[in-house]
Each structure stands twice: as structure tokens, then as C-alpha cells.
């Protein structure tokens, strides 16, 4: 089935989510470990093994594989998303920044780290480099929903609610039905 050691990062995050639907953690734990014994250099199954236990809640054991992980492939953009995101969760906004900024710069047209790195700007209240870090997810992912919503948050937040319908309306146009959308574009025009 999937009990085969991904080809690239990308596959890494879809066998992550596929084993969080399939199978059990605690078997997700077994294989990844089982992977790091069998191959102790192996950065992938760090990697997987980290994002798992993120996923648990268990930031130390996850801090931990992660930080291996980085040792092992050090420009991995997706090692570097996914401390920034262990960071992130641990409101360590700094760290947090730092990580998902270098995600991105190994990797431009990573859409998860330009779209999670907007979100961290707005949490730190940085909404221009919200909006630009939001408009370039879009660039290089049209099709994905979460930065345009974000986008219209930030626009909000830098106190233009024309742009923000605007972002809205061009997401409704890609996806008519998106009820999340709807639902921000009837707020604002509630609110005129």
C-alpha cells in the first residue's frame, strides 16, 4: 500500500496525511521509527516522524526529530515549513517567522509556507507583508482558497475593505459556491 519510503518531500506530506486517515499513530510511529532504524541518515523518515508527532501534540518529540531531520538535509524546504509550523504552534513567533521564511526562499513557490507565513504576519501584526506574502501563494497556487480569504483578512486589517471584497469576488469566480466567501463578502456589504 503506502508502506514505501516517498520519492520526494511533496509525497512525504501526502503519506503523512494518508497514514493519519489509514492507519493509526501509533503504527505511523512504528513504520517511520522502524525506517530511522533500518536507515539512521534517513531525513525523510525524520521529517514524517516530527510531523506526526506535531500532529499529536508531542512538540518535544517532535522538536526533537525535526531538529535531526534538519541536520540531515539542512536546505529541505519542507523541514524548514514544518519547524516554522511547530514554532508557530508553540507561539514562538520569532523562530516561527524565521523557518517559514527560509521555507520559502529554498522554495518560492511553496503555496503551505507563503500562505502560513501571511497568517504568522498577521498574527505579529505585519499585515503589508501579509498581503504580499498572501498574493504570492496566489500566484503560484490560483486554485487555492485559504490565501485569498487570508488576503481579504489582511486587507482588512491594513483598513481597505474594497480590496478585501475585491479578493473575495476573484475567489467566487474561481470557486462560485465557496461558502466561506459568500459568507465574508455578505459581512462586508452588511456593514456598508
Known amino acids: 500500500m503506502i508502506r514505501q519510503q516517498p520519492r ?6 501526502t503519506t503523512r496525511i494518508i497514514l493519519k486517515l489509514t492507519t493509526t499513530w501509533e503504527e505511523a510511529l512504528h513504520y517511520f521509527r522502524e525506517s530511522i532504524r533500518q536507515k539512521p541518515n ?12 506535531r500532529e499529536q501534540g508531542h512538540r518535544e518529540e517532535a522538536m526533537e526529530a525535526l531538529q535531526q531531520a534538519l541536520h540531515l538535509e539542512p536546505q529541505d524546504p519542507e523541514i524548514h515549513y514544518s519547524l516554522g509550523m511547530l ?3 508553540q507561539e514562538d513567533n520569532r523562530r516561527a517567522r524565521d523557518f517559514l521564511e527560509k521555507a520559502v526562499k529554498l522554495q518560492p ?9 501571511g497568517v504568522l504576519y498577521l498574527r505579529i501584526r505585519e499585515p503589508l507583508q501579509a498581503v504580499d506574502a498572501f498574493q504570492k501563494c496566489i500566484r503560484v497556487a490560483a486554485g ?8 481579504a483578512k489582511a486587507h482588512v486589517a491594513n483598513g481597505d475593505r474594497r ?23 455578505e459581512q462586508f456589504t452588511r456593514q456598508h
Open 144 to 151: 487555492f482558497d485559504q490565501p485569498y480569504l487570508n488576503l
Open 8 to 13: 520526494s518531500k511533496r509525497l512525504c506530506a
Open 163 to 185: 480590496k478585501a471584497e475585491e479578493v473575495l469576488r476573484r475567489l467566487l469566480e474561481i470557486q462560485p459556491h465557496h461558502p466561506m466567501a459568500q459568507k465574508m463578502l
Open 109 to 117: 513557490d511553496y503555496p503551505e509556507a507563503l500562505n502560513n507565513l
Open 42 to 53: 534517513n531525513g525523510t523518515a525524520f521529517l514524517n516522524l516530527g510531523n506526526v508527532f
Open 87 to 89: 514554532y508557530a504552534q
